[in-house]
């Protein structure tokens, strides 16, 4: 999204958030509408609280494991590996899940 808001001279906060959420599923959408920092400007709060930069924080918080310090081990990738052996997948969205914490 960064590279897209610089190219596309993208840089109001409302405006980057509203674009962010284009890129998820309904649900995920709904949760990421619902963060107090997504909601729109509020003069008896800090100006702050509402940038996309702050709100993008928040996001990610929702997502553990999903900062660039996080490493993972070969214990971790077993135990996923392992839980996917004993789930019968049987939806697509059921195999998305397993496929992104495979790549997490």
Known sequence: LKFLFASCGVTENAKKKALGICYVDYNTSEQWLSILEYQPYDA???ALLYSYDNWKRTVISLYPGA?????YSMADLDQIMGEATCTNI??????ADYYRKFYQ
């Open 90 to 95: 049987k939806t697509i969205g059921q195999f």
């Open 67 to 71: 900062n660039a310090a996080t490493k």
């Open 44 to 46: 008896s709060q800090p």
